[in-house]
């Protein structure tokens, strides 16, 4: 790793979660400006490493900053609580969002990006729970993030206990089968405390969701399925914050449905289903990074 991108990869601002004391457009302003500054972070780690999965992590940055920012019951001084929330990246190819996300909000050291894929970094091409402590599971493989976090949920209901759990999906992801039973079996349960997130930007690697093996129609699935559906704006914090932090139905797990853009907000990446897995070269890095400092 070259001096330039070890300065480059520090610069990121460490955010205080802001609480549900302040105004809804100071949350929103707040969280828009970690998530605006996440990508730009997000951005770097990408292109610097030469790897990542840069597409799935820009549609994803504004769900995590939401839930790390303002909704999650954790901070960096009690990853092992007990009684913390729990938050499960399934789609575990976009961990450089997960990272930048954590290092944005102080569970992370900052400096430490720098050493995004590099070799024995604990900053691996996926989540690993052995060697970044707010990671709460191992994934990578797609569909077993959300039978995990069915577990997490069903712990806390023996142990009689309000903490919630939270697992991030991606709409390909929806495919494998594990998913399906994992859902039946949060209904059977009655895990009113889990709360599925679908990042719905209907592309997977090489295709549209839709061509490979479609969902739809999926808020009537999930129903089906014995869950409490919603549909939001999947860049829209307001929205995004008022659906995750509200609370439970009872009885049903949640099943939030959050509409997005893979590749967001940069104009050549947006819904362009090339950046699944792909590196910007310089041109296309610095115009990415002058979109961002426009927003």
Not at 17 to 37: D, F, M
Not at 148 to 176: I, N
Request: aromatic share 6%; hydrophobic share 40%; net charge negative.
């Amino acid at each position: 790793m070259t001096d330039l991108a070890v300065h480059e990869h520090v610069g990121l601002p460490v955010f205080e979660r802001i609480g549900p004391h302040a105004s809804r457009a100071e949350q929103v302003a707040h969280l828009s400006e970690a998530a605006r500054q996440i990508r730009v972070q997000d951005l770097k780690l990408v292109y610097h490493a030469g790897a990542g999965h840069i597409g799935g992590d820009f549609s994803a940055i504004d769900i995590l900053a939401t839930l790390y920012g303002a909704v999650l019951n954790i901070s960096p001084d009690r990853v092992n609580d007990p009684e913390r929330d729990r938050f499960i990246l399934s789609k575990g190819h976009v961990a450089g969002a997960l990272y930048t996300t954590l290092a944005a909000f102080g569970f992370l050291p900052v400096a430490e990006l720098a050493t995004f894929l590099q070799p024995l970094s604990a900053l691996n091409g996926h989540p690993n729970r052995t060697k970044v402590a707010a990671v709460e599971a191992n994934t990578g493989p797609l569909g077993h993030g959300l039978p995990v976090a069915v577990g997490h949920a069903l712990s806390a209901k023996l142990d009689g206990s309000p903490r919630r759990t939270y697992v991030l999906t991606g709409d390909g992801e929806l495919q494998e089968g594990s998913n399906w039973e994992a859902m039946m079996a949060a209904a059977q349960h009655r895990l009113d405390r889990l709360t599925v997130i679908v990042d719905r930007n209907r592309l997977q690697q090489g295709a549209t969701v839709k061509d490979t093996n479609d969902l739809d129609p999926l808020p009537g699935k999930a129903a089906a399925f014995g869950f409490a559906v919603a549909e939001v704006n999947g860049h829209d914090h307001g929205e995004l914050l008022d659906v995750l932090s509200a609370a439970p139905s009872p009885g049903k797990p949640a099943f939030v449905i959050a509409h997005t853009h893979k590749g967001h907000p940069i104009s050549f990446m947006s819904d362009n289903v090339a950046w699944h897995h792909k590196v910007p070269d310089e041109a296309e890095y610095h115009q990415a990074l002058t979109e961002l400092e426009k927003r």
